[in-house]
Structure formats: structure tokens, C-alpha cells
Nanobody, 122 residues
Framework: QVQLAESGGGLVQAGGSLRLSCAAS????????MGWFRQAPGKEREFVAA????????AYADSAKGRFTISRDNARNTVNLQMNSLKVEDTAVYYC???????????????WGQGTQVIVSS
């Protein structure tokens, strides 16, 4: 079992940057693919980015390509999401998730964190 805890959210102006982190407990972190999702008020949870166990492959939503970068450190049991050139529409609660395969669908992940709020002001 894996427990996940996100951090790094906050209030930022449009055009700014934030770095989200997700700390995982347990010794099996390196055996999981990791993903970031987000959910804005009144909207469904949507895929943002994912990374495989070895970091050899990454996937991004179209909305994140060129602006967001996902990375992981298996030695420290962390996965990060560097977000640059933030837009007002990036405002959401951001969740990290752990699953057995890289996936763009929420049902592909077994464990979820509680989320961290990101607010981008104009």
C-alpha cells in the first residue's frame, strides 16, 4: 500500500510558476507509475501528466505540454510537477496518484493523495 501527500500549491499570478511535490510512503514507490490529475470546481477530474517507474517515459495532457514537467526521485519517494507559464484555467485541486501502469484515466490508479490547491489569478 502507498500513502501519498501533495504539497506546493498556492496562489500565483498568471504567467508565474509553481512546483508541486508528492511524497510517498512505503518501500514500493519505485514499482508504481505516477500521475498528476486536477479537478476544477464543477468539473470532472482530468489527467495532467504521468511518468513510468524508470522515468523513461512521460505523458502529458495537451493543456500541459510545453508548460509542465513531471519528474520523480525513486530514492526519495517523490514525484514532482513543475508548472510554468500558469494560466487562470490551471486553477484546480491537484492530485497525485500511483498505479501499476502509466495511464491517462483516473481508474488506472490505485492510490490517491488528498490534493493541493492551486489558484492562478489574472
Amino acid at each position: 500500500q502507498v500513502q501519498l501527500a501533495e504539497s506546493g500549491g498556492g496562489l500565483v499570478q498568471a504567467g508565474g510558476s509553481l512546483r508541486l511535490s508528492c511524497a510517498a510512503s512505503g518501500r514500493t514507490f519505485s514499482s508504481y507509475s505516477m500521475g498528476w490529475f486536477r479537478q476544477a470546481p464543477g468539473k470532472e477530474r482530468e489527467f495532467v501528466a504521468a511518468i513510468v517507474r524508470s522515468s523513461s517515459s512521460r505523458a502529458y495532457a495537451d493543456s500541459a505540454k510545453g508548460r509542465f514537467t513531471i519528474s520523480r526521485d525513486n530514492a526519495r519517494n517523490t514525484v514532482n510537477l513543475q508548472m510554468n507559464s500558469l494560466k487562470v484555467e490551471d486553477t484546480a485541486v491537484y492530485y497525485c496518484a500511483a498505479g501499476r501502469t502509466i495511464a491517462a484515466q483516473a481508474f488506472g490508479y490505485d492510490y490517491w493523495g488528498q490534493g493541493t490547491q492551486v489558484i492562478v489569478s489574472s
